[in-house]
């Protein structure tokens, strides 16, 4: 087995604290969307977009080692998806679980933005 090369480690990790970096606006323009969603209900499009950022960010944050980020988001993403599937509505419920997966989803997002220098201390076999 060939080992890691370092070069590659600091450039892995370089493009991994740019994404932690891009976090919190990633997560406002995915709340932004979701705000939008609340205010126009009716609209199929904002529900789309919304569901768009949140695959969105459950595929990058994961792609780049957030687990907390990518839990929460894809939470979302599911609850999103509810609505443009049309088996859920903006009401009540919907408001108070999309709020509380926000709250989760900033708190991640804050957290891996401010923490992410964690090395990433695995081999990669070629």
Do not use: W
Request: charged share 20%; proline share 5%.
């Amino acid at each position: 087995m060939r080992a890691f090369d370092p070069e590659v480690a600091a450039m892995l990790e370089e493009l991994r604290a740019g994404y932690a970096r891009r976090l919190p606006d990633l997560v406002g323009r995915l709340e932004g969307a979701l705000l939008k969603v609340m205010e126009s209900p009716g609209d199929g499009g904002l529900a789309m977009e919304a569901y768009r950022l949140a695959h969105s960010l459950v595929g990058s944050s994961g792609t780049y080692g957030f687990s907390g980020v990518c839990q929460a988001a894809s939470t979302m993403k599911s609850l999103v998806r509810s609505v443009v599937d049309g088996a859920a509505a903006v009401d009540g419920t919907f408001r108070s679980r999309a709020a509380a997966v926000m709250a989760i989803l900033r708190r991640a997002a804050g957290k891996a933005s401010s923490a992410f220098l964690k090395p990433l201390n695995y081999p990669l076999r070629p």
